[in-house]
């Protein structure tokens, strides 16, 4: 069975300055890997996604991650954070037999001014 | 294009009363997909259609939640004498094909308290 999982329950990040939030997968089967956003009050929308290929992979609003299958990662990374990144990130893995995804517990970055 | 749309937006019941909640997927999208975020549970995935096959029913946490899918399109997610504990934000998501690859799109969530 998958499983994710997001060491960092919260990050709080000044304005302009990089950001990584992790994330480690289980899994004894190819996987598929995405990162989904929620900013407050709406639904999730999808960032980037992890499919096969280049591990490095970009996505919108100049987020980018990075597989490492040796490490069992996925870890998303932003150069520099702008106010309106501030909302909950969700790390997800599907596939194994299995088409719903699995989500970590997700990741509330803050951007401080 | 129209994304997944939900209803109620919200809804407020009392326990032991059965609620319904409605998922309009997006048009032409055939696998459609029920998940439940809770403070204590996280996002958890509760059932999943596509097409005509049988649905994936592995997640429904008790056979008190069912749901059905009419037509290949509009959902309802039923809970029967619900409880505290079932208060959470419901999610519907959609994507075009079957398939663990493809991209689910996400509709607003319904948010449901039981008192």
């Known amino acids: 069975a998958q499983s994710v999982t997001q060491l960092d329950s919260q990050v709080p990040v000044f304005e302009e300055a990089p950001v990584e939030l992790r994330c480690n997968y289980s899994?004894?089967?190819?996987?598929?890997l995405f990162w989904y956003v929620q900013y407050p009050n709406q639904g999730l929308q999808l960032l980037l996604k992890?499919?096969?290929?280049?591990?490095l992979v970009k996505g919108i609003n100049g987020f980018e991650a990075e597989f490492n299958k040796s490490q069992t990662s996925f870890h998303l990374r932003k150069p520099s954070v702008h106010i309106s990144d501030t909302a909950e990130y969700f790390c997800?893995?599907?596939?194994?037999?299995?088409?719903?995804?699995?989500f970590g517990t997700g990741t509330r970055l803050t951007v401080i001014p | 294009g129209a994304g997944v749309s939900q209803s109620p937006s919200n809804k407020v019941t009392e326990k032991g009363k059965d609620v319904e909640l409605r998922c309009d997927p997006i048009?032409?999208?055939?696998?459609l997909y029920w998940y439940r975020q809770s403070l204590g549970q996280g996002l958890e995935f509760l059932i999943y259609?596509?097409?005509?096959?049988?649905?994936?029913k592995s997640g429904l946490p008790s056979d008190r939640f069912s749901a059905e899918r009419t037509g290949g399109s509009v959902s309802t997610l039923t809970i029967q004498r619900t409880q505290q504990e079932d208060s959470a934000v419901y999610l519907c998501a959609s994507s075009f094909s079957r398939g663990p690859q493809e991209t689910q799109y996400f509709g607003p969530g319904t948010r449901l308290l039981v008192l």
């Open positions: 048009s032409g999208h055939t696998a």
């Open positions: 997800a893995v599907s596939g194994g037999g299995a088409n719903n995804l699995f």
């Open positions: 899994s004894s089967v190819s996987v598929y």
């Open positions: 259609f596509q097409g005509n096959s049988a649905p994936d």
């Open positions: 992890y499919l096969s290929g280049s591990t």
